[in-house]
T-cell receptor
Framework: QKEVEQNSGPLSVPEGAIASLNCTYS??????FFWYRQYSGKSPELIMF????GDKEDGRFTAQLNKASQYVSLLIRDSQPSDSATYLC?????????FGTGTSLTVIP | GAVVSQHPSWVICKSGTSVKIECRSL??????MFWYRQFPKQSLMLMAT?????????EQGVEKDKFLINHASLTLSTLTVTSAHPEDSSFYIC???????????FGDGTRLSIL
């Protein structure tokens, strides 16, 4: 059974710290990986995508992919209170989308 | 980035009413659209997957006669909640998907409240 797993949290970090969000997936053949942010009461919004092993940086966000370990992570540098949200990991496995249940992040001022 | 428009954003209606929600991809042709439901503080729950011109595929436990999905074109899908009851009150979200290995793009969601 194909699965995407995330630690549900909640994860709390102080303002200015690095927040690290982790995700594992079951299908070794997966090629496409996405991170979404969902604020309370809002719909998810795409913040990062990564297809190749290694790091991909976009502003304060870095996605890290390790296909051998079936692991994708999202780092948020200089965390801000406005980053407080639920972060969803999504993986395309066998031409279907699979979402993790999300990790709740709280950035404490 | 890709834009998906969802209307209405908020609906309040009486029990027994049927409610239609529209989902449009504004700047790309969506081969597939998804419909989700989310209850407060819970995860997204996929209800159904729709492909243009074919019948929707419903997830286990989702009543296809209650949640009617029409995907008439590559840019429009509709979800009709028929004879809605208070237990159908939820946050309904659509998303559109363009092609293999591309992300899903979400609409802003529709908050449905049945009195």
């Amino acid at each position: 059974q194909k699965e995407v797993e995330q630690n549900s949290g909640p994860l709390s970090v102080p303002e200015g710290a690095i927040a690290s969000l982790n995700c594992t997936y079951s299908d070794r053949g997966s090629q496409s990986f996405f991170w979404y942010r969902q604020y309370s009461g809002k719909s998810p919004e795409l913040i990062m995508f990564i297809y190749s092993n290694g790091d991909k940086e976009d502003g304060r966000f870095t996605a890290q992919l390790n296909k051998a370990s079936q692991y994708v992570s999202l780092l948020i540098r200089d965390s801000q209170p406005s980053d407080s949200a639920t972060y969803l990991c999504a993986v395309i496995m066998g031409n279907q989308f699979y979402f993790g249940t999300g990790t709740s992040l709280t950035v404490i001022p | 980035g890709a834009v998906v428009s969802q209307h209405p954003s908020w609906v309040i209606c009486k029990s027994g009413t049927s409610v239609k929600i529209e989902c449009r991809s504004l700047d790309f042709q969506a081969t597939t659209m998804f419909w989700y439901r989310q209850f407060p503080k819970q995860s997204l729950m996929l209800m159904a997957t729709s492909n243009e011109g074919s019948k929707a595929t419903y997830e286990q436990g989702v009543e296809k006669d209650k949640f009617l999905i029409n995907h008439a074109s590559l840019t429009l899908s509709t979800l009709t909640v028929t004879s809605a009851h208070p237990e159908d009150s939820s946050f309904y979200i659509c998303s559109a998907f363009r092609d293999t290995n591309q992300p899903q793009h979400f609409g802003d969601g529709t908050r449905l409240s049945i009195l």
